[in-house]
């Protein structure tokens, strides 16, 4: 917005004066200002403003949600450190310990590079982001206010880079203050960013908002007038305005759902506010009484609250010349928590005794969102997970929680739209997941894939002697219960992988003629390790012993390859001439390179297709040469001990491979042609597919086979793939 008003200091104070009157914490506001003032007086933005332009519109937008004076001095500094010679320690000596807590806070974020790229940098980077309001909520509503004045003044920006930091907003800043039930400022995130990242979707939503009002204006003011009657002539004391819904939550909704713009009975909607509890109840009698309401589409978030705290009423009803209307009825306090969320609890009272650590904690007892994100924490933890699943799982578990259903008590939990019975189950708790038999919904007993509806009375059939299933892992939607299912299987078979591998190693060295008791002691066992990223021997054991790598590739890793003396099938030039090139199979002579021989031509196996950055192992073939093959390729079991170090060369022509991938889905309306799409999105080329549908379940499965660079780019690809919507698994084929 270009012409966006620009705030000078003396409309923060106008505002701070609204809520703060101690002179004190007024004159401590005022020092905060005439710090960064001095400190950024050389300093302009990239529009050629003062600098300290951007610190006093962070200060007036923390102001208008109320925040103490700690955070508004904070708010004020919150790039000194970062941008001038001043440093946390000047800070102090004039700030206190609380405000240089809540700048280096924001400082630390400031410094983190983000980016729409699942990479490990910048995963790790929304993991810290997301940790920090965990630690000071205080922290991330700074950073929500500079980010707002930042997407407000993003014209500014050269159009690749307002890409990148509005895709940043939509995916992690805008669902944080949504799940935070800041409202107001979520949706001019999202609005902002949208209007970024596609203009002209954007413009078309707005057209529509424009028509829409102008032709149903005249049918809600009716409306209104005639509630505001009903409810007069019964004495009740109110406060009726009419609400637009945001764009990006219309462009939302008509995508995601498969809607026409006409369809969206709650573009416009009444709000109406009472002073108290009983009056919210004995409007929505009133307005019942006037007007017909729409079969389940009433909402009791009074009695039943949102987990980011938000109470409300909400019905749909049949208006004057039929036009539909959404009303919303709710007390003048939970209207402010509905607009400022957690800002509306973190508001500054002059005569309240509180510290922050105590703040911090009343705000995580009241909003689950904490919680949440700690349990995903801890899970991650345990099953030594990396920041991309961590993100993977806050973003889909957490941001997108939708749905809210109940246990047979009563208790309310959140789940992303799509989640079943056992997602509820281990949301519960991992042992209630554990030894889940079946589901009860509504007192009907359901399949487990069954998709759990708002509102939902959900109890779990539990037995001591019941386990989780593999088959799980296919139909689960969310990514918590799907770490807990395959850390059960990864504990559940640890020992036996144990037993079953060492048996392995130990006939495969008594093979060679060697003594099985001494091998896992040598130094190259240690060697051998780093060189499969095994913690442990105990780790490596249990990949042996289920699959995941062969025992005779563990042991020609400690005593090396055999030699012609202990096998009568050494290389020979015999072996190895007769290799003869295909188009995607063979390889240029310098893709790999062999331990002990040169010039040699090889062969990529057909069965396991291996591309570069996979884990590798030659074979010296009859007659075919040397075939390499990855190092979980189940056919290298079979074969007998002629095997033979390869590496992928550093340097070398990058060419595309086949891959061979299984797709596992939800069945809709569109999936094919979306995934596609997503594969033509990745660069890929598609060398075939076919699905087949499941109708017990109501899944697909695709099976793909596309082109890939390397490990590196087929993560990519698969990336792509997740987003597709209904997507659940991907694996990795071998034939």
Known sequence: MPNEKIYQYEDVLREVKKYITKEEDLAFIHRAYEVARDAHSEQKRKSGLPYIIHPIHVAYILATLRTGPQTLAAGFLHDVVEDTPLTSDDLREEFGDEVVSLVEGVTKLEKLQYNSDKTPTSNENYQKLILAMVGDVRVIIIKLADRLHNMRTIHGLKPDRAQVIARDTMDILAPIAHRLGMFKLKSELEDLSFKVLDPKSYQEVVSFIEKSTRDRQEALDKMMVSIGSELGEHKIAYEMKGRVKNVYSIYKKVT??????????????????????????????????????????IKDYIAVPKPNMYQSLHTTVIGFDGNIFEVQIRTHEMDYIAEMGVAAHWAYKENRTISSAQEQQEIMDQLKLFRDIQEVANTSDEDEGDAENFIDTVKHDVFSANIYVFTPLGDVYDLPMGANAIDFAYKIHTQVGNKMTGAKVNNRIVPLSYELQTGDIVEILTSPQAKPSEAWLRIVKTSHARSKIRSYFKKDRRDENIAKGKQLIDKEIQ??????SDVLALPEAKDMLDRF????????????????????????????????????APIDNEDVEAVETKKIQKQSKNI?????????KITLANCCAPIPGDPIVGYISK????????????SIKSLNNRFIDVYWAEDYNKTKHQVYLRVFSFDRSGLLSELINSLYQAGTDIVDIKSTVNNTDNTVTTNLVVTAYDTENLEKIKVNINKVSGVYEIDRVIR
Not at 284 to 290: D, R, S, T, V
Not at 538 to 559: F, P, Q
């Open 256 to 297: 995601s759902k498969n809607k026409d713009y006409n369809e969206i009975f709650d573009l416009l909607a009444i709000r109406i506010l009472t002073d108290t509890v009983p009056a919210c109840y004995a409007t929505l009698g009133y307005i019942h009484k006037l007007f017909t309401p729409i079969p389940k589409r």
């Open 511 to 516: 093979s060679r003629g060697e003594e099985p």
């Open 533 to 568: 990223t095994f913690n442990s021997i105990d780790d490596m054991l249990i990949a042996v012993g289920s699959g995941s790598i062969t025992a005779r590739v563990v042991v020609n890793r400690i005593l090396g390859p055999v030699t012609a003396e202990k096998d009568k």
């Open 592 to 600: 790999v390179e062999i331990s002990g021989a040169d010039n040699v």
């Open 623 to 634: 007659g075919k040469g040397i075939i390499v093959h990855r190092q979980d390729c189940p």
